[in-house]
C-alpha cells in the first residue's frame, strides 16, 4: 500500500529494510526549551529510560510553584553544561511531570554527597561537561564528565540501565546513588526509602514517592562489575524515632538503609581508564523482581552487546515505514519523530508477567502484556491509529491494559491519564472508549467487545468525574459548574459516539441509538448568534463575557472558540451546515490559518500554545484520501488538529494545495537546521496526527 505527499511517499510494511535507519536518528531533537524530550538511552516502548539530569529544580520556592520547573518535565535542557547524574525513568514530551527515579552520579576526589547548584560549578558533586563530547543515538547515550575526567556511557535492555565508567586513576572513585534527586520535586515527595547491599557487589532496594502519581513505588537491583572497597549513606530528614537501630553506625558500611531522605555512595580504587560497568534493573512489583529482570535481559557484562542488541529492536522499529524524501534532512526529520512516537506507553510487568495494579496489588498479565503511562487526551486523536498500522499487536496489549485498569479501578473507569499503576485524572474525557472504538473497528484487537462496551459506558457514567452530572443533566457542562466547559462537552459529545460505534459491534442497538443521541451534545454549546461554539450557563444562558480569542476563562482548555470549536469529527458535515454552510466554514479556516493571536490572549498559558499557528511551526497531514477516521488530525495543539484535515477533506484539492504543501516547504527548511539552535520535535505524548510533527527549536521558540 502507497500513499503520496507532496514531499513524501510512504510505504508501510512489516519486514527490516537494508537501510541502517538509526542513522536518521536525533535523539537530542526537542530537548531545548519547551519539547520537553530527553537524549539519553531507552528501547522502544522501554521500561527504563536512563538519561542525564541536566539541572535539579524544586517545584516550589519559598511556597509557590516554580515556574523554572516546567522546562525540566523531562530532566534535561539543551544549553546546559552541568550534569548532576543519569536517573533511570523519564518522561517524554509531556506537560507535567514527575520520575527522575534513581539518580546515579560517577566522581573522583574527596567525596560529596551534595548535588550543589548549577550557577556555582564545583559547588556539589554535578560536574561540568562539553557538548563536544555528547553524543546519542537510538539506545546509547555518551558523555565526558569534565570536573572528574570520566567518560560515561549509557544503554539500555527493556528493563535494565547499563552504565559504563571509564575513570582515570584514583584512591577516591566514587559511585554516588542518589535517592533523594526527582523531576518535580519538593520536601514531601518521597515518602519512604529502603536499601540492601546484598554483597560488595549487589544492592537491591525501592523507594516510595507522591507526586502526580499519587502512590508510585519502584523498585531496583543494582550489580557492579568490580567489588566496591566501601560503602555508606547519609540520612537528611529529621529522625524522630529510629528505635534499637541506634545500636549502629548506620551511616558507614551498615548493610540496609531506610529513611525519606537518603543519599548513598560506593567507594572504589581505580586504575587509568579503568571501566566499572552498573547494571540497573527496574521492577513494579519486587526486589526479586528486579533481580530476576537483570538475570533475564543482561546476565553478562557485554557492554557493547547491549548496546548493538537495542539498535536492533530501533532498526527493527523504525523499518516498519519505509519513507522516500527528496533529501536527506527530510528522512531526518522523519525517523526523529517516528523515534519518538515509541517512548511511551511503557513495558510494566516484569519478566515473568507480574505487575503492580492500580489496586496497588500484584497481578499476572495473561494472554497481553501490561504497560503503563496512558496520556490519552494528546494520543487518542492520532497516536493510537498509527499504532494499529504499525503496531497493531502491541495496541492490542495497550487495549488489554486499560481493561485491567478498569477491572482494579475502585471507580469501575477507563484509564484517563494514567501511569505507574495510578490515575492521575489529568486533562479532560474518557478517551480510553476511543482507543478501545478504533481497535475493535479495525480488527486489531481481541478484546471481548460486551466487555468493552460495559466499560466505555460506566466510564461515560462516572458523576462525579470532571463535570459528567452535569452533561448528563443538561446535554453539556454548564461553565458555571465547571470549568473548560466547552470542551468538555465537545470531547465528551466525541467520546460518545465512539461508544455507539462499540455498542454496534456488540448488537445493542439501545445503546448504540443513545450514545448516538449523546454524541449530539456538541449542539447544546453553539451559538449561532456569535457563530462559535460558546460557554453555556446552567441557566440555558450563554456566558455574556465572550471572547472567541481568549484562551484562559472562555470554557476551552488550551485553546480557544476560534479553533477548538471546530472540534465535532463525529459529524463534519453537520457541523459545517451549523455553522453556516461550506463558504462561510471555508472563510473560518484561513483565517484559523492567517489570524495573529494577540499576546494578551495566551500569556496566562505555561504550555506551548502560544506558538501554534507561528509561521516557523509546520505539520505533515494525511492527503484527503487518508482521512477515514476522526481520529486523525493535524494542526498545532491537540484539540486543534483537525484544521487542515477540515481544510483538505472539505474544502477542496486548493486548500490542499496551500495548507498541505506548504507546511511540507518548511519543514524542508527547518530539517537542515538541526543543531544547538534549530531542532525538529515530536512526543510520543504528543503526536497528533498519523506519524510526524514538526518545530523549530530555539531561543525565541519554545516548541510544538
Keep these: 500500500m502507497k500513499k503520496s505527499l507532496s514531499l513524501f511517499s510512504f510505504s508501510f510494511f512489516l519486514m527490516i529494510t537494508a537501510q541502517n535507519l538509526t542513522s536518521y536518528v536525533n535523539p537530542f531533537v526537542g530537548t531545548k526549551n519547551m519539547g520537553h524530550t530527553f537524549p539519553g538511552a531507552t528501547s522502544p516502548f522501554g521500561m527504563v529510560q536512563l538519561s542525564p539530569e541536566t539541572n535539579q529544580v524544586p517545584y516550589a ?24 547524574g543519569f536517573s533511570h525513568t523519564h518522561f517524554s514530551g509531556v506537560g507535567h511531570s514527575d520520575l527522575g527515579d534513581f539518580l546515579v552520579m560517577p566522581t573522583t576526589g574527596k567525596l560529596n554527597l551534595e548535588p550543589g547548584k548549577i550557577s556555582e560549578p564545583k559547588s556539589g558533586y554535578h560536574s561540568q561537561f562539553s557538548k563536544r563530547t555528547e553524543k546519542a543515538e537510538p539506545g546509547f547515550y555518551e558523555v565526558f564528565l569534565d570536573d572528574y575526567g570520566i567518560k560515561a556511557e549509557l544503554t539500555t535492555s527493556d528493563r535494565v540501565g547499563f552504565h559504563r565508567y571509564t575513570f582515570p586513576k584514583s584512591g577516591e572513585s566514587h559511585i554516588i546513588l542518589d535517592l533523594m534527586s526527582n523531576i518535580y520535586n519538593y520536601d514531601s515527595k518521597n515518602v519512604w526509602t529502603f536499601v540492601r547491599v546484598e554483597d560488595n557487589q549487589t544492592v537491591v532496594g525501592y523507594r516510595e514517592t507522591t507526586g502526580w502519581a499519587r502512590t508510585k513505588k519502584v523498585f531496583f537491583a543494582m550489580k557492579f562489575s568490580k567489588p566496591f572497597k566501601s560503602y555508606g549513606r547519609k540520612r537528611y530528614e529529621k529522625v524522630e524515632y529510629n528505635g534499637f537501630y541506634r545500636k549502629f553506625n548506620e551511616n558507614e558500611n551498615f548493610p540496609e538503609f531506610a529513611g525519606r531522605q537518603i543519599r548513598a555512595y560506593f567507594d572504589f580504587d581505580t586504575e587509568k581508564d579503568e571501566q566499572i560497568l552498573i547494571k540497573f534493573a527496574l521492577s513494579n512489583t519486587s526486589t526479586n523482581g528486579a533481580l530476576k529482570n537483570l538475570d533475564a535481559e543482561i546476565p553478562h557484562w557485554d557492554f557493547e552487546q547491549v548496546k548493538t542488541e537495542t539498535s536492533e529492536k530501533w532498526e527493527k522499529e523504525l523499518s516498519k515505514i519505509e519513507v522516500e524524501t527528496l533529501n536527506e534532512n527530510d528522512k531526518k526529520t522523519f525517523y526523529t519523530s517516528l523515534y519518538h512516537t515509541m517512548m511511551s506507553p511503557i513495558l510494566y510487568e516484569d519478566v515473568d508477567g507480574k505487575y503492580l495494579g492500580l489496586d496497588q496489588n500484584i497481578h499476572e498479565s495473561e494472554g497481553f502484556t501490561n504497560y503503563s503511562i496512558f496520556s490519552l487526551w494528546d494520543t487518542y486523536r492520532a497516536l493510537h491509529p498509527l499504532y494499529n498500522i504499525i503496531q497493531p499487536k502491541r495496541n492490542n496489549d495497550f487495549v488489554h491494559s486499560m481493561m485491567a485498569h478498569y477491572d482494579q479501578s475502585v471507580h469501575k473507569a477507563l484509564p484517563i491519564w494514567s501511569h505507574y499503576a495510578n490515575e492521575n485524572w489529568c486533562m479532560i474525557g474518557y478517551h480510553s472508549v476511543s482507543v478501545i472504538a478504533d481497535a475493535i473497528v479495525k480488527g486489531t484487537t481481541d478484546i471481548d467487545v460486551s466487555r468493552a462496551l460495559t466499560a466505555a459506558r460506566n466510564s461515560s457514567n462516572l458523576k462525579y468525574y470532571d463535570g459528567i452530572e452535569d452533561y448528563l443533566k443538561y446535554g453539556y457542562v454548564p461553565e458555571d459548574k465547571s470549568s473548560s466547559s466547552v470542551s468538555k ?141 476522526p481520529l486523525h488530525r493535524a494542526r498545532g495543539i491537540e484539540s486543534t488538529h483537525e484544521d487542515v484535515i477540515l481544510a483538505v477533506w472539505r474544502v477542496g484539492p486548493a486548500v490542499e494545495v496551500e495548507r498541505v504543501r506548504q507546511p511540507c516547504q518548511q519543514e524542508a527548511l527547518l530539517g537542515r537546521r538541526i543543531d544547538a539552535q534549530c531542532a525538529v520535535l515530536t512526543t510520543a505524548t504528543d503526536v497528533c496526527h498519523p506519524v510526524w510533527r514538526a518545530g523549530r527549536v530555539d531561543a525565541d521558540h519554545k516548541g510544538v
Design 489 to 629: 462537552t465537545l470531547e465528551y459529545a466525541y467520546d460518545d459516539w465512539a461508544i455507539a460505534q462499540i455498542a454496534k459491534r456488540a448488537g445493542d442497538k439501545n445503546s448504540e441509538t443513545k450514545y448516538l443521541t449523546r454524541s449530539q451534545s456538541y449542539r447544546n454549546v453553539y451559538n449561532p448568534k456569535t457563530g462559535f461554539m460558546h460557554p453555556k450557563l446552567s441557566d440555558g444562558n450563554f456566558k455574556k463575557e465572550f471572547d472567541p480569542m481568549d484562551t484562559h476563562g472562555q470554557g476551552f482548555i488550551e485553546g480557544n472558540a476560534f479553533n477548538y470549536g471546530l472540534y465535532v469529527p463525529q459529524n463534519v458535515p453537520e457541523m459545517i451546515k451549523m455553522m453556516g454552510g461550506k463558504t462561510k466554514f471555508s472563510k473560518h479556516l484561513d483565517e484559523i490559518f492567517t489570524t495573529e493571536i494577540a499576546d494578551k490572549y495566551i500569556e496566562k498559558n505555561e504550555d506551548i500554545t502560544r506558538d501554534v499557528g507561528k509561521e516557523d511551526v509546520a505539520h505533515v497531514v494525511p492527503t484527503a484520501s487518508e482521512v477515514r477516521h
Design 61 to 84: 520556592v519559598d511556597g509557590k510553584y516554580n515556574p523554572e520547573t516546567y522546562r525540566y518535565c523531562s530532566g534535561y535542557q539543551f544549553e546546559d553544561q552541568t550534569i548532576f
